[in-house]
C-alpha cells in the first residue's frame, strides 16, 4: 500500500541551527501538509500546500518556517533558526485532493525534532 | 472559536469490553476524522466521515451532524487496541483541527 515517507526519524539540532525536515506524499496525491505535535499536547497545523504555492498556513508558520517541493516527489519543511520551543514531533500529510473521497490524508511516521 | 473536544482523556478497559469515546465539535464542519496514534507516535487515519455511520472490522464511527458530536467505537477490545485515538475535523477547509485525544489503554 502506497505510505507517505519522512526522513530523518529523529534529527536532533543546536539551537540557532537550519534544519530540513524531509517527506515524500504519495505519488498520485496533489495536497500536502506539515503538522506538529509538542510533547503531550495535540497535533497542531503548520501549513498546505497545493499547485506549488502555500494554501493555507497558521500562526505558528512564521518567516522562520519555509516549504518546498523542489523536484515533484519531495516535500520539505526547513526551520531556519530553531528554537528550543520548536523540539516537536513533526508530521508531514497529504491527500489526492478535497471533498469528501479526495480528502483523506494519509500521515507519515513522522520526524522527532530535538531542539538542544 | 473553531474547537474540537474529546472524552474521556484516558480510557482504562478490560479485554472484550465494548469502548465509546465522543467527540464533540464548535461550528459546522465539511467532515471530520478519526486518527490513531500508536506509542512511537505515527498517525493512521481510521475514518473520515461526514454522515451516518462507518464500520470497518471491529471498529464503528457515527457522526450525529445536528448535534456536532461523533464517537468511535471498539468492539471485543484487545490489549492491540490500545492507543491515542484522536478525532480531526475540517472547518470548511482542508486544513485538520484536531483533539488532544483519548488514552486507550486494554488490560489483558
Known amino acids: 500500500e502506497p505510505e507517505v515517507t519522512q526522513t530523518p526519524s529523529h534529527q536532533v539540532t543546536q539551537m540557532g541551527q537550519e534544519v530540513i525536515l524531509r517527506c515524500v506524499p504519495i505519488s498520485n496525491h496533489l495536497y500536502f501538509y506539515w503538522y506538529r505535535q509538542i510533547l503531550g499536547q495535540k497535533v497542531e497545523f503548520l501549513v498546505s500546500f497545493y499547485n506549488n504555492e ?12 519555509s516549504v518546498e517541493r523542489p523536484d515533484g516527489s519531495n516535500f520539505t519543511l526547513k526551520i531556519r533558526s530553531t528554537k528550543l520551543e520548536d523540539s516537536a514531533m513533526y508530521f508531514c500529510a497529504s491527500s489526492r485532493g478535497l471533498g469528501l473521497a479526495k480528502n483523506i490524508q494519509y500521515f507519515g511516521a513522522g520526524t522527532r525534532l530535538s531542539v538542544l | 472559536k473553531n ?9 482504562t478497559a478490560q479485554e472484550g469490553e465494548f469502548i465509546t469515546i465522543n467527540c464533540s465539535y464548535s461550528v459546522g464542519i465539511s467532515a471530520l476524522h478519526w486518527l490513531q496514534q500508536h506509542p512511537g507516535g505515527g498517525i493512521v487515519s481510521l475514518f473520515m466521515l461526514s454522515s451516518g455511520k462507518k464500520k470497518h472490522g471491529r471498529l464503528i464511527a457515527t457522526i450525529n451532524i445536528q448535534e456536532k458530536h461523533s464517537s468511535l467505537h471498539i468492539t471485543a477490545s484487545h490489549p492491540r487496541d490500545s492507543a491515542v485515538y484522536i478525532c480531526a475535523v475540517h472547518f470548511g477547509n482542508e486544513k ?9 489503554t486494554i488490560i489483558p
Not at chain 1, 494554501?55 to 522562520?64: A, G
Not at chain 2, 474547537?3 to 480510557?11: D, G, I, R, T, W
Request: charged share 25%.
Open chain 1, 54 to 65: 502555500i494554501s493555507e498556513k497558521s500562526e505558528i508558520f512564521d518567516d522562520q518556517f
Open chain 2, 96 to 104: 485538520l483541527t484536531f483533539g488532544t485525544g483519548t488514552r486507550l
Open chain 2, 3 to 11: 474547537e474540537v473536544e474529546q472524552s474521556p482523556q484516558n480510557l
